[in-house]
């Protein structure tokens, strides 16, 4: 049962231009998400991350919104730079201790 | 120079040995987790542990073990119970009860013949 959802496992954007990744979760206990750039055969490296208590966090580049109402939050990033071709993973905690991922996004920049 | 290190970075064993994969951390955090990876999935937790000495099952605990009698060190034994070994298993620490992000090592990959 799969309680954070990335149904889009691709997209691709031109330079320049907005990418917008989205994350779907349905347990409305997850007090805490994050989003974490991935490459293949590598770990994880934490992106941004957003507390249930708020609705958007900025860093740089990097926004994050969250909805709780509809239990979905999406990653902006503006403008999008070859060097953010990557998957992007979203994860979301439970009880301050337990995370759960969805199956991430794999996002191509194109110049 | 803080991080994870898991080693080593590739494993190969033969069906039916245990092997056991390495991960240690020098930010002295008290949280530590083993996730594993499989193609198309998302990570999945397989055990973690809050302090030394004290570890929880994950949702995919079977045939797995691990110990925690350091702070630093929190390995993972995949044993010959585990009928689907060869995967793509990544260790990740956090500062405690309290940390909100969790921080990851290379992973290793192992392969079971």
């Known amino acids: 049962d799969q309680q954070v959802k990335q149904n889009s496992p691709s997209l691709s954007v031109q330079e320049g231009r907005i990418s917008i990744l989205n994350c779907d979760y349905t347990n409305s206990m997850f007090d805490y998400f994050l989003w974490y750039k991935k490459y293949p055969a590598e770990g994880p490296t934490f992106l941004i991350s957003i507390s249930s208590i708020k609705d958007k966090n900025e860093d740089g580049r990097f926004t994050v919104f969250l909805n709780k109402s509809a239990k979905h939050l999406s990653l902006h990033i503006v403008p999008s730079q070859p060097g953010d071709s990557a998957v992007y993973v979203c994860?979301?905690?439970?009880?301050?201790?337990?995370?759960?991922f969805g199956t991430g996004t794999s996002l191509t920049v194109i110049p | 120079d803080g991080g994870i290190t898991q080693s080593p970075k590739y494993l190969f064993r033969k069906e039916g040995q245990n092997v056991t994969l390495s991960c240690e951390q020098n930010?002295?955090?008290?949280?530590m987790y083993w996730y594993r990876q499989d193609p198309g999935q998302g990570l999945r937790l397989i055990y973690y542990s809050q302090i030394v000495n004290d570890f929880q099952k994950g949702d995919i605990a079977e045939g797995y073990s691990v110990s925690r009698e350091k702070k630093e060190s929190f390995p993972l034994t995949v044993t010959s119970a585990q009928k689907n070994p060869t995967a793509f298993y990544l260790c990740?620490?956090?500062?405690?009860?309290?940390?909100?992000?969790?921080?990851f090592g290379p992973g290793t990959r192992l392969t079971v013949l």
């Open positions: 994860a979301a905690r439970y009880t301050g201790n337990q995370f759960y």
């Open positions: 930010l002295n955090h008290d949280a």
């Open positions: 990740a620490s956090k500062v405690g009860s309290g940390g909100n992000e969790q921080f």
